[in-house]
């Protein structure tokens, strides 16, 4: 029962550390056998394993040589024997290096980190999206999970790349979703908006049950669904379609010396929005006083969120008072 327990063992280790434990043990065997055949030449057992290994590696320092036949012989074994081993160690360690690499760029390897970002969906949105959060934060940890790519390097976008469907626990656990700080899904614009909603859905319902208390943004495309993604358990929802439709009657309306795209592209890029419960130091103040407190603060106040109804640039004499949120921006 002990050998089949230790066999079973013995080959669930990676095949590497196996051989690296096989040339220690040919390394040991030798440097004892040549410390007992020669004891003056080889005064101790780690001088005859110091021996055994520059012998084997065929570095031959020549600091211990046997002077015996029988020490000789057993050198000539050695070569024959714990260099062949040596080779195969190094080929095999090159070997698994290469697959390891080769793994990873294919997404077939389960991510160890934790606190990590998880992003589901390959499409201009996501790479976008890497970059900037690569340019704000370089040490963030990012997992893309995708089953239409194929493979990407590590070299091209900093990402440890997922292969397999989001809507799989299997594949949720190999992102570590249990650990992951947050979840973007993005909807796949190259299917129905119906058919790209309900995949997000899914996705959010398999999420939501393998970690209860993730945060988990989800893009949804038709109006309809909003309420079945936050019933999946979606944390934020973002609704694409009425963004882009609201830019574009910027765009078509704005005057011509603005630029509404390319601000709010700046804007995102490089600040933060923040809503903040209005403090008692500000109740029955006017909009004009807290904006200049919050300025000092490097806090631009934009408006205030009340009875669920936002206040854009209200007038600078408007009254603030208990439960109103405060909408700012700031630095990251």
């Known amino acids: 029962m ?14 590497v550390i196996r051989l690296l434990f096989i040339v220690f043990l040919i390394m040991l065997f030798f440097g004892s056998v040549i410390h007992f055949i020669e004891p003056k030449q080889f005064p101790t057992i780690f001088d005859g394993v110091w021996w055994a290994f520059v012998t084997g590696a065929t570095v031959g320092y020549g600091d211990f040589i046997p002077l015996t036949v029988v020490g000789r012989v057993i050198g000539i074994l050695l070569i024959l024997t714990g260099g062949g081993f040596l080779a195969f160690y190094i080929t095999s360690l090159s070997a698994a290096t290469m697959k390891h690499e080769k793994d990873l760029e294919f997404g077939k390897l389960a991510f160890k980190g934790a606190r990590h970002v998880i992003i589901i969906g390959w499409n201009e949105r996501s790479k976008q999206l ?12 990012i997992v893309l999970i995708d089953h239409t790519l194929q493979h990407i390097t590590f070299q091209q976008y900093p990402v440890h790349f997922i292969h397999g469907d989001a809507t799989e626990d299997e594949i949720l656990r190999r992102a570590n979703i249990a650990q992951a700080e947050r979840v973007l899904i993005t909807a796949n614009i190259t299917k129905k908006e119906r058919e790209a909603d309900i995949y997000t859905i899914l996705t959010t319902v398999a999420i939501r049950g393998n970690n209860e208390d993730i945060q988990i943004v989800a893009e949804i495309l038709a109006k309809t669904q909003i309420e079945n993604a936050l019933r999946a358990g979606a944390s934020t929802i973002i609704r694409s379609n009425d963004f882009m439709s609201a830019l574009f009657f910027h765009e078509l309306s704005h005057t011509k010396t603005a630029t509404p795209f390319e601000d709010i592209l700046q804007i995102l890029g490089n600040q933060q929005f923040f809503h903040t419960i209005l403090s008692e130091e500000f109740e029955g103040q006017t909009f004009l006083t807290a904006s200049g407190t919050l300025l000092k603060k490097h806090h631009l106040l934009l408006g205030l969120i009340r009875d669920q109804q936002y206040k854009v640039n209200p007038p600078a004499d408007f009254i603030l008072k208990k439960g109103d949120i405060f909408v700012t921006l700031s630095n990251w």
Do not use: G
Request: charged share 25%; glycine share 0%; hydrophobic share 50%.
């Open 130 to 141: 890497i970059n900037m959060i690569v340019d704000v934060d370089p040490n963030m940890k």
């Open 2 to 15: 002990t050998i089949k327990l230790v066999k079973r063992i013995y080959f669930r280790i990676p095949i």
